[in-house]
């Protein structure tokens, strides 16, 4: 690990950078005029953060800490993909981001959990030998459009088992709209496929349950072991949470990046401001919707509704449907629960406005 870094007001916009750098980010940084030195979070630890300069790519990352001021303000919020600036070793001023692949975080209520930022493509795994669930993938494509970013849909595996074209065409189904790639490291089906998406610069989350193989994907496609994986003879390792924290990865070939995240077993959804998540993600619905005899019709039993027919006669699975009603309540559950929380949160400061004042008016 090396020591300190120079502070570079010159740091300028290079045709590609290769941590993706960009022109928001350089935007944002001229106009908060510092001799800081940007740079992008590459792992999180509990009281540290590991970096990446764009100046060297490919050096080891660095150990930073965060300033007080900041901890204070927001230090939970930091994320992989995020872009800081730094002073010496110590950061010392966060980028707005571009885009942010969250979730609800588990056990809480409506708390939201920053799995990566900045991020343009959210690929979403699902193994050829697990019994899939398309309701999870609906998950994670809902979140992925919600976040700004684009989603793809990876069937791992596929060297193993039978059943790959059902599959691929039950994830269709489920991922309307969205690419749907089958791959494997045993055959390569798939690698140079992914390489190609992800530009240079460009950065994707690797989302999916613990022993999908997504970090055994990234060691294919960075042509190098450089996340543990589980065991080899263990090809059906569920639930065994190898990867256990998120990392920021180069692919050397191509100078794309990717984040590996560990095996995520619950995953809520969280409405994001102007998100159209839900509308993208279930285009299916929205478009028969469109159909309906009402405009405001909520297909639940009202005449001549496009969306019911389609189930009756077997276009649309009552299942898909349920999903979608399942996911917009859950979405405005955690809506209402964050704007109460927000209320709470101005309420207290408004209270410690008034004891401040009440305190000076004693003293006059
Ligand atoms: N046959 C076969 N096995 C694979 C493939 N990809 C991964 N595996 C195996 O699947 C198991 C789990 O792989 P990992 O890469 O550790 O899974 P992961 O998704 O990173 O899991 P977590 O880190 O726990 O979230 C290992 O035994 C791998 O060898 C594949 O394309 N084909
Ligand atoms: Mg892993
Ligand atoms: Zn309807």
């Known amino acids: 690990m090396t020591g300190g870094t120079t502070p570079s007001r010159s740091f300028a916009l290079t045709n590609i950078s290769p941590l993706g750098w960009n022109e928001t980010l350089q935007h944002q940084f001229a106009t908060n005029t510092s001799d800081l030195q940007p740079a992008r979070i590459t792992a999180v630890d509990r009281d540290s953060y590991l970096v990446a300069l764009d100046t060297k790519p490919d050096a080891p990352p660095l150990r930073v800490t965060i300033s007080g001021r900041l901890r204070h303000k927001d230090a ?38 920053v799995i990566a930022a900045n991020v343009d493509w959210t690929l979403a795994a699902v193994s050829l030998n697990d019994d899939f669930s398309p309701r999870r993938i609906e998950r994670f494509v809902l979140a992925a459009w919600d976040a700004g970013t684009t989603p793809i849909v990876l069937l791992t595996k596929c060297d193993l088992g039978e059943g790959k074209e059902e599959a691929i065409e039950a994830l269709e189904q489920v991922a309307p709209g969205c690419r749907v790639i089958a791959t494997s490291v045993v055959t390569n089906e798939g690698i140079d496929e992914i390489r190609s998406i992800i530009g240079p610069g460009q950065t994707a989350v690797l989302v999916g349950s613990s022993g999908v193989g997504k970090s055994t994907l990234i060691n294919a496609l960075l042509g190098d072991d450089v996340q543990l994986t589980a065991d080899i003879r263990d090809t059906d390792a569920k639930g065994r949470h190898t990867t256990t924290r998120r990392e920021l990865l180069r692919i050397p070939e191509t100078g794309g990046l990717i984040i590996d995240t560990p095996g995520m077993r619950e995953f809520g959804v969280v409405s994001m401001d102007d998100g159209d998540g839900l509308e993208l993600s279930f285009r299916d619905i929205e478009d028969l919707a469109m159909l309906c005899g009402f405009r405001d019709c909520q297909h639940q039993s009202e005449p001549n509704c496009a969306v019911l027919d389609a189930v009756d006669v077997g276009d649309l699975e009552q299942r898909r449907l349920d999903s979608y009603f399942k996911l917009q309540r859950e979405l405005a559950y955690n809506e209402r629960r964050h704007d109460a929380a927000l209320q709470r949160k101005e309420g207290r400061a408004l209270s410690a406005l008034i004891r401040k004042f009440a305190k000076h008016d004693r003293k006059r």
């Open 76 to 113: 939970h919020a930091l994320a992989v993909g995020d872009w800081v600036g730094l002073c010496d070793t110590r950061i010392d001023f966060v980028f707005d981001r571009y885009s942010r692949f969250v979730r609800k975080r588990a056990g809480e209520l409506s708390e939201e959990q």
